[in-house]
Nanobody
Framework: QVQLVESGGGLVQPGGSLRLSCVASGFSFSSYAMSWYRQGPQKKRELVAS????????NYADSVKGRFTISRDNAENTVYLQMNSLKPEDTAVYYC????????WGQGTQVTVSS
């Protein structure tokens, strides 16, 4: 069956870094654009970053530009989100999302930025 399994979340101090991973299975990973979304406390889910099928095109929310980097390894069916210079407002559950003619969500991983 289709699975998107995120990992790498945790508690980090402001200014710190985390790297999220999302391992996909059960579908043709390289045929899907991949994205990371997040949902903070009392907030709507928002798009953080997206990457095209081959990885040649990326897009970022203005709030994370210059701090976050999305990448993918189609041989490993994995998409990453490198998060640097983390701020308390980055605290959220981060979700992996696959989109083509079907859409799939991961279960989410908690990121907490706090001193």
């Amino acid at each position: 069956q289709v699975q998107l399994v995120e990992s790498g979340g945790g508690l980090v101090q402001p200014g710190g870094s985390l790297r999220l991973s999302c391992v996909a299975s059960g579908f043709s990973f390289s045929s899907y654009a991949m994205s990371w979304y997040r949902q903070g406390p009392q907030k709507k889910r928002e798009l953080v970053a997206s990457i095209s099928r081959a990885g040649g095109s990326t897009n970022y929310a203005d709030s994370v530009k210059g701090r976050f980097t999305i990448s993918r390894d189609n041989a490993e069916n994995t998409v990453y989100l490198q998060m640097n210079s983390l701020k308390p407002e980055d605290t959220a559950v981060y979700y992996c999302y696959a989109s083509n003619y079907q859409q799939y969500w991961g279960q989410g991983t908690q990121v907490t930025v706090s001193s």
